[in-house]
């Protein structure tokens, strides 16, 4: 399985941009990436997915390294709802299961 | 849709008693999955069916816990006899296959179960 490492937590101002980082170095050729994340006191919702293209839609932007060995979910503009445990999670191809990791716990500062 | 319903959203028992959380996913979602959260172990997967029939278990902890899915619109988890340690936010959580990826899973609102 694909392990991922991923910053224990992060910052942002209000409105401004966050970058949020993933390393996957193990990850296999047809493995996607799949990031969710977790606000306070609700289940995981989905948020993007791709292999190789860097993908847009309405919540964030997904860039992912042209090795593939890493990735980045991009909030344009972060806002207080915004502030969550963003979770970067390869899966395994063909399978339907995903293992989540610790994610980045997101503050956004007012 | 209403979404995945998860029942109860709490329940607190006494240790030694039985419990039983249940599930119904989303309807025409062929997958369906049991997740368990803790501050300790974060979020893990328990079991998942597919088509009602279970694919894979080996996250369930111990022969206390077991998970059905009689029919594609309810499965159950049940404890018994339930531990302190099992006290968590159990979640489930359906989706659609998704080919050559992981379908997109959608979350119920779990259950917190504190077991005294």
């Known amino acids: 399985d694909a392990k991922t490492t991923q910053p224990n937590s992060m910052e942002s101002n209000e409105e401004e941009p966050v970058h949020l980082p993933c390393n996957h170095s193990?990850?296999?050729?047809?493995?996607?990436i799949h990031w969710y994340r977790q606000l306070p006191s609700q289940g995981p919702e989905y948020v993007i997915h791709?292999?190789?293209s860097n993908v847009n839609n309405r919540m964030a932007s997904l860039a992912i390294a042209e090795d593939r060995k890493s990735s980045t979910l991009i909030l344009h503009r972060a806002t207080l709802r915004d502030a969550a445990v963003y979770y970067c999670?390869?899966?395994?191809?063909?399978?339907?299961?995903?293992?989540f990791g610790t994610g980045t716990r997101l503050t956004v500062i007012p | 849709d209403a979404g995945v319903i998860q029942s109860p959203r709490h329940e607190v028992t006494e240790m030694g008693q039985e419990v039983t959380l249940r599930c119904k996913p989303i309807?025409?979602?062929?997958?369906l999955f049991w997740y368990r959260q803790t501050m300790m172990r974060g979020l893990e997967l328990l079991i998942y069916?597919?088509?009602?029939?279970?694919?894979?278990d080996s996250g369930m902890p111990e022969d206390r816990f077991s998970a059905k899915m009689p029919n594609a619109s309810f499965s159950t988890l049940k404890i018994q006899p339930s531990e302190p340690r099992d006290s968590a936010v159990y979640f489930c959580?359906?989706?659609?296959?998704?080919?050559?990826?992981?379908?997109?899973?959608?979350f119920g609102e779990g259950s917190r179960l504190t077991v005294l």
């Open positions: 959580a359906s989706s659609l296959a998704g080919g050559k990826r992981a379908g997109e899973l959608f």
């Open positions: 193990t990850i296999s050729g047809t493995d996607y």
């Open positions: 791709g292999l190789t």
């Open positions: 999670i390869p899966d395994q191809t063909g399978a339907n299961n995903l293992f």
């Open positions: 309807s025409g979602h062929d997958y």
């Open positions: 069916f597919n088509n009602n029939v279970p694919i894979d």
